[in-house]
């Protein structure tokens, strides 16, 4: 009789949550928890696995439910203090095992063979995995191709690195080598690529598979566009300015030296500041302060070049650079020509003149 009474309280229950007419219940801290399910008095150890799984889900159900939290008023908790709080308990099962998950015991009965297992698809990568192991190079090779084709970038880069593990002819692995610099750099390993191609040129040098990939690398860049106009024009400071600006993007300082030191010949005042610009990034202090005094004697006019010289100077932090650099700035700002070189200099004077007392 009790529970007849018991399961109709619940009924009752479920019938006014369903329509929305919440029963009146004193403020308090914590809702009370969901009934318990009614003992049938059955020995069925599957029978109370699924109980005690259906209890679990219907309180993750009304933990995860914002309307419950919307119920649960709390009162001032004077008696803690300022700034504590209550912490929350830890779940029992935490200790308790897999005995005390349900879901534990789920997966351990289905280990133990009680309870048969959801069937898992074969897996179908692993013969063609084995099949590729036995392929010929060249086949491979293929196979790398294709995938740069369709850009799979990271699974060719892997492929081609298991290939370069086989026993190559020179030809075959120079091929390999600059298809990896390809997916490299579309996996945006920019400093990477160019640190390889300076290796590989070197190994193999006037090979035309490591011109190939120079060329590769500058069409995909937006570089070969920029350089060629700069060709048409190398005095031109703005086409200079866009292509420098460009291998910056890509962290190519030593592309782009390489460039305007050795491959434009140019002793244009341009030139001459791109290679400045590139020298201070690459904190190669030195060579812009011996690129600078050429300038000078180039364009003794001009304040810029022993402005560089004094940047120089100063970078090197030694005293003896610092009393240099100081001579510079104070050269350079006598013969400045704008307000905007005149307040660089200053920048740098004040901070080599001690402060007066």
């Known amino acids: 009789m009790r529970s007849n009474k018991s399961s109709y309280k619940v009924l009752l229950f479920g019938i006014v949550f369903s329509i929305g007419i919440a029963p009146i219940v004193p403020a308090q801290d914590e809702t009370p928890p969901l009934p318990p399910l009614m003992n049938t008095g059955s020995n069925n150890s599957l029978m109370d696995l ?182 048409e024009n190398p005095a031109n400071p703005a086409a200079q300015r866009k292509l420098l600006d460009q291998y910056l993007k890509y962290g190519w300082l030593d592309f782009a030296e390489e460039f305007f030191a050795e491959t434009i010949r140019d002793t244009s005042q341009a030139t001459i500041q791109s290679l400045s610009e590139i020298f201070f990034r690459q904190q190669d202090y030195p060579m812009l302060i011996d690129l600078s005094r050429v300038g000078q004697k180039m364009y003794p006019a001009e304040a810029i070049y022993l402005y560089n010289e004094g940047v120089g100077h100063f970078s090197l932090k030694d005293p003896a650079s610092l009393e240099q650099a100081k001579t510079a700035f104070v050269r350079a700002k006598a013969r400045a020509q704008t307000e905007g070189m005149i307040n660089k200099a200053d920048w740098y004077l004040k901070r080599l003149t001690p402060a007066q007392r």
């Open 50 to 231: 699924l109980k005690a799984d259906l209890l679990r889900r219907a309180k993750e159900v009304d933990k995860n439910d914002p309307s419950s939290k919307r119920r649960k008023p709390s009162r001032p908790r004077p008696e803690l203090g300022q700034g504590e709080s209550v912490a929350e308990p830890i779940d029992l099962s935490k200790y308790l095992g897999p005995a005390g998950d349900p879901q534990k015991t789920w997966e351990k009965l289905q280990e133990l063979g009680k309870i048969p297992a959801p069937p898992q698809p074969p897996d179908a990568t692993d013969p063609i995995q084995e099949m590729g192991n036995d392929m010929p190079p060249d086949k491979r090779m293929a196979y790398a191709e294709d995938l740069l084709k369709r850009r799979n970038y990271e699974k060719a880069q892997s492929e081609l690195e298991s290939i370069l593990e086989m026993d190559l002819e020179k030809k075959e692995m120079v091929h390999a080598l600059a298809m990896r610099e390809k997916a490299l750099f579309h996996r945006r390993f920019y400093d990477s690529v160019q640190s390889d191609f300076f290796r590989l040129n070197a190994y193999y040098p006037e090979n035309k598979e490591i011109d190939e990939l120079k060329q590769y690398l500058e069409e995909q860049s937006g570089v070969e566009p920029l350089k060629k106009a700069v060709f």
